[in-house]
């Protein structure tokens, strides 16, 4: 994950939150036991960063927990009792660090916050906690014993520095349009803006040249990344690029953006749009088919992918969780029950002498009707010597 | 024979007894009794009795067996070239069973049949002309490659009279002892535009609902049995819920299995009484007529009948 690559490891490559490095710098100089601190701000802002970057800059052990850990009292004290009777190396401080505080459980962590707050009155060390919300419930005993240190939404210009020395260093060329665009929809959130870069990262593909200098391989795309990808490129060919490594064959991929259009676009413009480019390309999908002439895939792809991706004003700034094809999903659900239909409307095409498209569109209202009568369903089974109940689906 | 539905249970079994069409049951006849027919088309309207005159040609020239020597084909459920190549090829080259001299292949809905099909049944037509015959049926002779029909003698099938019609509601309503006033007689003769199948179904139908048939229970029916699913689909993009109308289509097209040119086609009819300027109107017959287009140029069904209901939402918005 390029969050975790391009996690900071020293305060000069700490990027903003000018007011917040000085305060909590400030705070660990002229710490006293009995007393903690909470970073508290957004997500993806930087605040565990901050303590990471402190920590090793000043060789500092941390000792930490987060949510993913069980934060019951047994369990916080187990924790800390060991860290503070273990010697650290070369007799280095340390650091208790309690990120995503306000995500301690009610019950499964039961105990957690009072554990705390005792570890924060008798701990030998500081006690660094990290929240979104200080100010929710939970946290209200803990915050009389904690000093505040806010921190605040990034700056696009911010985000975008950071980007593009990530994107240099990653050896992948992205327009200064798209780290813009990442950067504003982002809202602050470097984390997301990040994982954003990172799905451009993946889709496109590396050059020969960028093989050989970086070791760079060939990396598989989710087709959720790589829908995200798509509805969200600001131009056709990121657009084509983002399914470039996708395992899927094209065919399915075309259901997949379809599916999800309606999901993702809101404006009926953008979604008619996106819709006749789809019908476009599936024109090209026939040429394909009836003429096995494969050339023509390429401008299949293009209209489902770019001109889906063009159809829309501006990128939605939304979570979309994007959905498997419907369309699959009922003909894989509904297989068996097709076939047997089949089966039925073949022998009433005998008996009927019309075709299954003139049974079900013309004969289907009038026998629904029909059916309503007593016996009618039995008889007519009986006379075609289907099986009993093969008529149900009139009634 | 199916005795529960009405459209078979009437269907003339003997020449004499198809509604009107004198000019081609007269030839008809002529053909039985010389034991002969060339290749025939019939050509003309739904529920004109064209099929009804094959089986009935066919009956009356091999009698009680006469399905041995016929194969009866759905162009429209078997339409490619692989069914003419072999299925039509194998049944037309056996020889004819019960000392007859050749075989019949009933080829219904010929109009659906692919160029490349049309192309390949030119040949097999001429190549055992000896031993079989065939019967082209459909509503458009157009549609079918000229090589073919210089090749068959052309019946065309004439748009039945309200006479005609009202002679077949007769027949049916004496011996189904219905109870059938005037005013459902005139509203069956209006909404089934001379096709005798839908005068059945439609007759039958009401008869089910009660047994007594008015001018009420015939329109009841009627309304029944209309497409209301396609209205509905399309009222919800017209609302401009395109998410739901698409939810509908796909229910249509995958879940009930009709086919994608019915549903357009009934959309097309259905176009003029929404609610909108004339003007709109027509930029969405156009596009219809653009999206059918795409269709028949091979492209899938769901997708471009989607793409048009996004217009539609669209367009109602603006």
Known sequence: ?395 | MVLEIWAEKYRPRMLADVINQKHVTDRMKAFVKDKHIPHLMFAGPAGTGKTTMGLALARELYGTEWKKNVLELNASDERGIDVIRHKVKEFARTKPIGGVQFRIVILDEADALTQDAQQALRRTMESHTGISRFILICNWSTKIIEPIQSRCAVFRFRSLSEDDIKTYIDRVAKSEKLDLDGGAVNAIIEITEGDLRRVSNLMQSAASLGSKISQDSIYDAASRAKPNDVRDMLNQAISGNFSESRKMLQDLLLKQGLAGSDVLSEIHRQIYSFDMPEEKKMVLIDKCGEYDFRISEGGNELIQIEAFLAQVSLLSKK
């Open chain 1, 1 to 395: 994950m390029l969050t975790e690559k391009y996690r900071p490891d020293k305060l000069s490559a700490y990027v903003g939150q000018k007011s917040a490095v000085e305060d909590f710098v400030k705070w660990m100089r002229d710490w006293k036991p009995g007393k903690g601190v909470v970073l508290h701000g957004p997500p993806g802002v930087g605040k565990t960063t901050l303590v990471y970057a402190f920590a090793r800059e000043n060789n500092i052990d941390l000792i930490e927990t987060n949510a993913s850990d069980l934060r019951s009292s047994k369990e916080l004290s187990e924790t800390m009792s060991s860290a503070v009777s273990q010697k650290s190396l070369f007799n280095r401080g340390k650091i208790f660090l309690f990120d995503e505080v306000d995500g301690i459980s009610g019950y499964e962590d039961k105990g957690g916050v009072g554990e705390m707050i005792r570890i924060v009155e008798s701990s030998k060390y500081p006690v660094v906690m990290i929240a979104n919300d200080p100010y929710s419930k939970k946290l209200y005993e803990l915050r009389k014993r904690a000093d505040m240190v806010a921190f605040r939404k990034l700056t696009v210009w911010d985000v975008m520095k950071r980007l593009q020395l990530i994107a240099d260093a990653e050896r992948v060329f992205v327009s200064r349009d798209y780290i813009h665009d990442i950067a504003k929809k982002s809202g602050g959130d470097m984390r997301s803006a990040i994982n954003d870069l990172e799905l451009v990262c993946r889709s496109v593909k590396p050059t020969v040249e960028d093989m050989r200098h970086s070791g760079l391989r060939e990396r598989e795309v989710s087709i959720f990344d790589a829908m995200g990808a798509l509805f969200k490129a600001t131009s056709a060919r990121m657009a084509r690029d983002s399914i470039g490594n996708v395992d899927k064959e094209p065919d399915e991929i075309f259901w997949w953006i379809e599916n999800n259009i309606t999901g993702e676009y809101e404006d009926p413009e953008e979604v008619a749009k996106a819709y006749d480019m789809l019908s476009r390309a599936d024109v090209f999908r026939n040429r394909i088919r009836s003429r096995q002439n494969w050339k023509f895939l390429a401008y299949m792809i293009d209209m489902m992918t770019g001109g889906v991706a063009v159809s829309k004003k501006a990128p939605y700034r939304k979570y979309v969780r994007y959905q498997y094809p419907q369309n699959i999903a009922i003909m894989g659900r509904t297989k068996g029950s097709r076939a047997a239909t089949k089966e039925v409307f073949s022998i009433m095409t005998k008996e009927l002498h019309c075709s299954s498209r003139k049974i079900k569109w013309e004969m289907l209202p009038y026998l629904r009707i029909m059916a309503k009568e007593d016996g009618f369903r039995g008889g007519l089974e009986k006379e075609m010597k289907l099986e009993e109940g093969a008529l149900d689906f009139l009634a």
